[in-house]
């Protein structure tokens, strides 16, 4: 489902994809994140909107990131940098609500 704006000059439509993509890059920038749970690897450029859905309407959005945490980090903590951060970037570069972001944490990466 892709998000509609309409205005007095015309109508601009942003795919879920391209939202996820935001989010993905706000997350993989925030401290304590070991991965996505969509593999064993880091984000990369290439996948940052793995893990994210998106769901809104015209002009709110709902953003569920599912992420695989670094061992020891403060897990309420690391939570609220990503959802402060992908609200934000969300705002800022589409002009878009962002309603709530949902972290759902699957996973802790323990070195070895």
Avoid: H, P
């Amino acid at each position: 489902m892709a998000v509609k704006i309409k205005n007095d000059l015309g109508s601009l439509v942003i795919s879920e994809s391209v939202i996820a993509t935001i989010a993905g890059n706000a997350a993989n920038k925030c401290a304590g994140i070991a991965s996505s749970t969509t593999g064993a690897n880091f984000w990369s450029r290439e996948n940052l909107s793995k893990g994210i859905k998106v769901a809104g309407d015209n002009e709110k959005v709902i953003i569920d990131v599912s992420i695989v945490i670094e061992y020891g980090v403060k897990i309420a903590q690391v939570s609220e940098n990503i959802m402060s951060s992908i609200s934000s970037q969300v705002k800022e570069f589409t002009g878009l609500e962002v309603e709530k972001v949902n972290i759902l944490i699957e996973g802790i990466k323990v070195d070895k």
